[in-house]
């Protein structure tokens, strides 16, 4: 499963940015697939997750009410919608897949990664 994400720039405390990630290979439409960031001396963490049919949704709480993820199972897409953004969620992003049945915020069930996308929040 190769996985592309884009969408990153920056934005003013307070403002939306969505991300992108482009997934292909065998079965790669039957996966969980995640968000993840990672700020600088920080540890990665989990931002959300889809369930394979795109129903079921599992996020953070840190960004629970304000982020949306989605995917596109005919376009290979998956989707990360951000608002209200401030400085703590400044970071790299991730997308990554997971071939698990059920939506995990432990990045060691997710087998296939993306490259990140920066996100950059000004104050």
């Known amino acids: 499963v190769q996985l592309q994400a884009s969408g990153g720039g920056l934005v003013q405390t307070g403002g939306s940015l969505g991300l992108s990630c482009s997934y292909s290979g065998d079965s790669s439409r039957n996966y969980v697939m995640g968000w993840f960031r990672q700020a600088p001396g920080k540890e990665r963490e989990f931002v959300a997750g889809?369930?394979?049919?795109?129903?079921?949704?599992y996020y953070a709480d840190s960004v629970k009410g304000r982020f949306t993820i989605s995917r596109d199972n005919a376009k290979n897409m998956v989707y990360l919608q951000m608002i209200s953004l401030n400085p703590e969620d400044a970071a790299v992003y991730f997308c990554?897949?997971?071939?698990?049945?059920?939506?995990?915020?432990?990045?060691?069930?997710?087998?296939?990664w993306g490259q990140g996308t920066l996100v950059t929040v000004s104050s």
């Open positions: 889809v369930g394979w049919s795109g129903e079921s949704t």
């Open positions: 990554a897949a997971s071939p698990t049945r059920y939506i995990s915020w432990d990045a060691k069930y997710y087998k296939y």
